[in-house]
């Protein structure tokens, strides 16, 4: 089955988890704490639908890899929600951190109901998340339940210790290039080897498959986020100046940024200098790229793309999930946005 | 033993446990990750030390009552951690919230290392929270621990569910006093109901010793919340109107205060008039008093300590342990400040 066909039945399903989840706040009293959290899914209000919810990538690599290891993806649909949910959570806290009042093109939570119930609901969409794990052991057993739930607890504690960096780096002007990797590990690469990891679990793999599921989670997520910086200086929306969508005017530190502070040419001199305007992007997007950190970032995103299909290839015989799993790792590293 | 010898035995072990999981953050890179959670729990920095750590009732609760339980107390030491770390997940987080610039005489975490930082810092400790739990599985077993777990999520929802209505009454000038309950059930009684129903579920007991247990908590929880908002009021420090630390100054919709409302009498008429100026709170405090506020709220209290206590005579035989539990229940509630 494709990619495409696949996603057609399980998207619904993950759709199904996420408000069984959600709608324990959806009670007397708490219905403006459900809003919120509908809200930020894309569920509800202005702007509400496919757009708004985001790709689901991370509980769709999830059910793909259960079906891959040879499980039943629907079993671990508890655990696809949950992966959402704390992706989603992060972001909710996210916005607050970084100041932004724009999420897929609506306005944030924090922007809408003010930074106390913010903070607030993400904290809520936190413990949802730990909740909808725990159901697991319906469709599995206690011990895979608990033994995701640990994997789930662990890559949390990453991804703080990501967005930790992030902060931190943000005022740091003498970052070197070794400064990315745990970064990324954390804020991406944590939250996508935890679900191709517990969805080894789920299908009861044995250690070296649960192993190489969870080194190839990793290895996608640093090339989906060495793709996204790409994306972010030379991607059509970053290019024009005209959008806040540029990292190049947003200051963010991300790997093609850092290859060329390192070198010391003429993009490291403006950089210094201050601020980026917009009508200075595509000239200074050109600078970087001549200077070679278009090239040198394109090279390790493949490369790491590479070596995260090897890992897979490694333990997994080439099944209609592989294969869809494959495809939906192509899509992520071919995107023009 | 009494409750001083047995404090001075459990409390060394709980910071154990707590550093134990929280030096988890404390490896090359994270170390001022790990320095904001060391100085909330008054490890480090300025004014640290006794005072700044807070009494720890919840883990001593928890312990106490895996002693009082039949069972032995060290087992359940990763839960009492856990407890602990959420309490302090949610202060953080609080702080931010309600806009406090000091905790216990100190700089609160956004104070000093500013929004984003603390917003982050109170997700590691949840992160940290859900991971010390986990290590049950080495004190007791797999299935003990994913029990305890469960319990443990659904408390942090219930809290935030609590924190919610909290900040909605802020804005709401209308409230009747059944509002006052469910936000003190999620505030303040779901975490110490989760402290005594797992600190009975370490100790391996039945379901109906376990289900007193969580009653005892939860009642001993909303007796503390009314004592705690007697002291807002009519506390030492409340009564000088010298110090923040009143709770007619800030407006807080206690116990005392929903109730003078409901009279709409001299008091609710002042109230209704905009913010109490400190100058203002003796006359408005003894006003309330007259009107019967105070007495109310004590018998309310009184009620709920006496049911506490029944709760947990029903179940377990007056043992050495059950004794100490009684003694801090009357510490908690007879506390002056």
Known sequence: MSLDSMSEIMLPKIEDELKRAVSLTDSEGYGELYNMLAYHLGWIGAGSGAKARGKR?????????????????????????????????????????DDSPLRRGRQTLWKKWGLAQAINAGDAMFSLAHIAIIRLEETTSKLVAFDA???????????????FLDISYEE?????????????????????????????????????????????????????????????????????GKSAASDLTSGKK???????????????????????????????????????????????????????LLALAEVVPKNDARITLEELADQLLKRQQ
């Not at 059910?63 to 992966?83: F, H, N, Q, R, V």
């Not at 990453?158 to 967005?163: A, D, E, I, P």
């Not at 986020?225 to 030379?234: A, E, F, H, S, V």
Request: net charge negative.
């Open 57 to 97: 990538i991370r509980p769709l690599m999830l059910l793909l890899t259960t079906s891959a290891a040879g499980g039943d993806w629907k079993a671990a649909l508890p655990a696809a929600a949950a992966i959402e949910l704390i992706h989603n959570f992060s972001l909710i806290h996210d916005d607050i951190e």
């Open 149 to 163: 739930t640990k994997i789930l607890h662990a890559s949390c504690l990453r991804l703080t210790q990501g967005q």
């Open 172 to 240: 740091d002007g003498n970052l070197s290039m070794d400064a990315y990797w745990p970064m990324v590990e954390g804020k991406t690469a944590a939250l996508l080897s935890a679900s191709t990891e517990i969805g080894a679990i789920v299908a009861q793999s044995n250690n070296q498959t649960r192993k190489a599921f969870k080194e190839f989670g990793k290895l996608l997520g640093l090339a989906f986020q060495t793709k996204d910086d790409l994306l972010g200086i030379w991607g059509n929306a970053a290019l024009t």
């Open 254 to 308: 991300s790997l093609p940024v850092l290859y060329g502070l390192s070198l010391k040419g003429a993009f490291s001199n403006r950089w210094a200098e201050g601020p980026i305007f917009p009508d200075e992007v595509s000239d200074i997007a050109r600078q970087l790229e001549y200077e070679g950190a278009r090239e040198y970032t394109q090279n390790i995103s493949d490369d790491l793309t590479r070596k995260a």
